[in-house]
């Protein structure tokens, strides 16, 4: 695993303007780094700031102060277009919702925009929107409307478009829900032999256990815990003075 951080996120904060001239701050000086390779949980109760800083992590957004650099390039004082190319270069972003990802009329069409959009040739385009879907257990499925799929065939669907298109760091918002047990671990199985670098939310506690090395507590904004999944997690005090519950396997 190498040294250098993939990601690293440096006294972020965001803040949004309300009525009256005030601000919403919706994060407060969250820092942290991620090695090469290494699978980070975010968790905490619902409007900590979860998906904010996802989006922040992804280059989605600019912050109102810090900074977030991937593969050691500070992209928070980017334009909209120097941040996508960061992103393209080295991130895949995953949405909660898949309709909010998904637009082609197929899903070869949608899993090929990626590939596409970075230039590839056409032939090497073809090439990794079928090992792609090989890899999410989607093969045959390049004609087949997305609108025809369920919920976890849609997700699949997302993460073999970022896969496609060979990220060095997956960034997952709430991957696992809405999905029945069967997709769940299913998509456990898709991103445990995934070898770069993972930035996860969820409220799937369970899952954080069996995926991720470390977990990171966000309450309010800001970082109530950083550290070892197995010994955060099975704090029963910090668990449920944040809205959490120690997982079943840690009991």
Same mark, same amino acid.
């Given at each position: 695993?190498?040294? &250098?951080?993939?990601?690293?996120? &440096? ?5 949004? =303007? ?11 000086? *969250? ?31 600019? =912050? ?11 992209? /928070?004082?980017?334009? &909209? ?23 082609? =009329? ?59 298109? &060979? ?13 029945? =047990? ?13 070898? /770069? ?10 899952? *954080? ?5 470390? *977990? ?26 944040? /809205? ?8």
């Amino acid at each position: 695993m190498s040294a &250098e951080p993939i990601l690293k996120v &440096e006294r972020l904060t965001k803040s949004y =303007p309300v009525s009256g001239g005030e601000a919403l701050t919706v994060l407060r000086e *969250v820092s942290f780094a991620l090695p090469a390779g290494a699978s980070l949980a975010i968790v905490g109760p619902s409007g900590s700031g979860k998906t904010t800083l996802l989006g922040l992590c992804a280059g989605l957004d600019r =912050p109102s102060s810090g900074d977030v650099v991937i593969a050691g390039r500070p992209i /928070g004082a980017l334009s &909209e277009d120097g941040r996508a190319r960061v992103r393209n270069e080295h991130v895949g972003f995953v949405f909660q919702n898949p309709d909010d990802q998904l637009f082609c =009329p197929t899903v070869r069409e949608d899993v090929a925009y990626g590939p596409l959009n970075l230039g590839l040739k056409h032939s090497a385009v073809i090439e990794r929107v079928q090992s792609s879907l090989q890899r999410v257990g989607l093969a045959g499925y390049e004609h087949r409307s997305t609108l025809q799929l369920s919920v976890g065939e849609r997700k699949r669907v997302c993460l073999a478009g970022v896969l496609a298109c &060979e990220p060095q760091m997956l960034v997952l918002d709430e991957p696992f829900a809405n999905l029945d =047990p069967r997709s769940r671990r299913s998509l456990s199985s898709i991103l445990k032999s995934f070898a /770069g670098s993972q930035v996860i939310a969820t409220h799937d506690l369970d899952l *954080v256990v069996e995926l991720c090395g470390r *977990v990171i507590v966000l309450d309010a904004g800001q970082v109530h815990a950083d550290g070892a999944v197995r010994t955060v997690l099975s704090d029963p005090v910090l668990m449920e003075r944040h /809205g959490l519950e120690v997982p079943w396997q840690l009991r």
